[in-house]
């Protein structure tokens, strides 16, 4: 169903609700609380992968006061949210590597996604990372 606001209704396919504005506020503060306690737990950083990442990386950058915000830190933040939900490996800059590994965030460990910038340490784990395994006979 499509949801929409019109008014003093909220709409939801044919059905009309009266919501008052302090009930949509409470609901609000509801949810809000819902996902901030959820935050606390690794099972649910985990299942929440992509909220918990975006709102790590708003956050940290808010809390450097030296880091100035670049209009490119807006694509860095969804490259970081993407490999750091997905990947076994994030290759980065040193600014945003550091901003992920930041022990408050700690995304890198959350995530089980290795951040590295070092193009040297980067050639070597990838290295690692192709290199053939040899089949385990039982």
Not at 85 to 109: A, K, M, N, W
Request: proline share 5%.
């Amino acid at each position: 169903m499509i949801s929409s606001f019109a008014g003093p209704f909220e709409v939801v396919g044919d059905i009309a609700a009266d919501i008052t504005p302090e009930e949509r506020a409470e609901s609000v503060k509801m949810c809000r609380n819902l996902l901030y306690h959820a935050m606390k737990q690794l099972k649910h950083r985990r299942t929440l992968r992509t909220l918990h990442i975006g709102g790590s990386l708003h956050s940290g950058m808010r809390w450097d006061k030296e880091r100035k915000f670049k209009p490119n830190d807006y694509y860095d933040f969804h490259h970081a949210t993407a490999a750091l939900s997905y990947c076994d490996y994030f290759l980065t800059d040193g600014p945003l590597h550091v901003l992920i590994t930041r022990p408050q965030l700690d995304l890198e460990r959350v995530n089980d996604c290795k951040v590295l910038s070092d193009p040297a340490e980067a050639a070597e784990a990838m290295r690692f990372a192709t290199r053939p395994t040899k089949a385990v006979l039982s």
